[in-house]
């Protein structure tokens, strides 16, 4: 039973990311933003196999996870994401998987974006923590992320780099 509840909570998270990639794609459109995305296609790699690695883990495993341990994992999992979906509200259609912003836009500091400056990749850390714990899945965990945190702090750089370059309101 508890392998069978961790397997859906890796296909809800499967499914939000889908959800994401979509809304993405909608917003670029939506703001004429045609470039290609540098990471993305690593990015897109290690997010799908943040579901795949932890699954087959669990599933070539003699043992079902411990439901405390379960809990725990999946509650930090939900408020991940909680937060993920919360800065997707607070920027709205300026939100992205891309490093960019709308060109004369205010930047944003409503909904997280009050509190701190990269709430949605603080989810991401959680999530690349709490997805892997739920199911006791400790060699994904470590897999996942010796590949992530490179990648994401990356991505942090050439952001805090883009936003020093651009002014709040008239952009790069």
């Known amino acids: ?13 499967g499914l939000q ?26 990015f897109l790699i290690v997010h799908t196999s943040l579901v795949v690695l932890p699954a ?3 599933l070539l495993r003699a043992t079902p996870p ?3 341990v379960f809990a725990i994992g999946a509650g930090l999992a939900v408020a991940a994401q909680a937060l993920r979906l919360w800065t997707m509200r607070a920027l709205g259609r300026g939100w992205t998987t891309a490093t960019w912003r709308l060109p ?7 909904g997280p974006y009050r509190w701190m400056r990269h ?9 690349f923590t709490a997805l892997p714990l739920a199911g006791e899945a ?12 490179p990648l994401l702090l990356q991505r ?11 002014d709040p309101v008239l952009g790069p």
């Not at 039973?1 to 998270?13: D, E, K, P, R, S």
């Not at 979509?22 to 004429?32: Q, T």
């Not at 400790?138 to 945190?149: E, I, K």
């Open 1 to 13: 039973m508890m392998t069978g509840l961790y397997l859906a909570l890796l296909g809800a998270v």
């Open 17 to 42: 990311r889908l959800f994401e990639l979509r809304l993405c794609r909608a917003n670029r459109r939506a703001s004429g933003d045609t470039r290609l995305l540098r990471h993305g296609t690593l």
């Open 56 to 58: 087959l883990e669990v």
């Open 66 to 68: 411990s439901p405390v």
């Open 104 to 110: 004369g836009t205010p930047w944003v500091t409503s």
């Open 119 to 127: 709430p949605c990749y603080l989810a991401v850390v959680v999530e």
């Open 138 to 149: 400790w060699m994904s965990w470590l897999v996942l992320n010796l590949l992530h945190t």
């Open 156 to 166: 942090i750089r050439e952001e805090e780099a883009f936003s020093n370059t651009c």
